[in-house]
């Protein structure tokens, strides 16, 4: 898979979960490589499988996200929400509440990438109500510092410019405050790259990407659309332009 020879890994991954029907990992896995090639639907056979015959509650809940993420790829945040809503009460019935807020955020990320933003509203919500019930300040500062950049994003896709400006200054207000691990600090050029992007400000948003985390795939799409709207409204600026 790592060297691109996609139909080779899925050959193998298909050999191991027919030789092995009971393994979890190598119907998982099947079903990875599938959802890596855009088959979707037969990636779904396998996570199936692996949901089934998972013999404990955290194999199951790996391959019920596994489930999620291939809904997520089609942007189908309803069906995504089936198999990882079950995963997030499982955490919470467990007094798990860091990993029931993560993987509600999770699910709300598919949500608002996928235009549903009510949706992605309640489940950002959701993940954070339980991440406040950590008890360490800084935690909250965590979970609060991911809330307002959740609602600054949402307000931004809603086109309310004024709102999403409200929830950035509370979001840098969080961070300034010194109590959130370092690497929160390149969520807040994200923030503002993606606030600026739906408000149509594409100069802006491409400065601000640009000093968010390279080596996230999602930010370098946001770039990547961000060019193709400077080159529609041919205000690509000469400085910024990559080889």
Known sequence: M??????????????????????????????????????????????????????????????????AMSYAFEGDCKNAAKYEAPLYQQYLDAKDYFNAGETANELARVCIDAGSLDDAYQWYQKGHDAGMNETPPAQKDLWNYRWEHALARIAARRGNKAEAQKHVEAAKAILDKGTLPAQQAQFYPYLTGYVAFYAGDYKTALADFEKANQNDAFIQVMIAQTYEKLATTRTLPNSTKRS
Do not use: H
């Open 2 to 67: 790592t060297e691109g020879k996609q139909d080779e890994a899925l050959a193998l991954y298909s050999q191991a979960a027919e030789k092995f029907p009971t393994s979890v990992g190598a119907n998982t896995q099947a079903g990875v490589a599938l959802d890596l090639m855009g088959k979707y639907s037969e990636a779904r056979k396998y996570f199936a499988k692996a949901i089934d015959i998972a013999p404990t509650p955290q194999a199951k809940g790996q391959a019920q996200r596994s489930m």
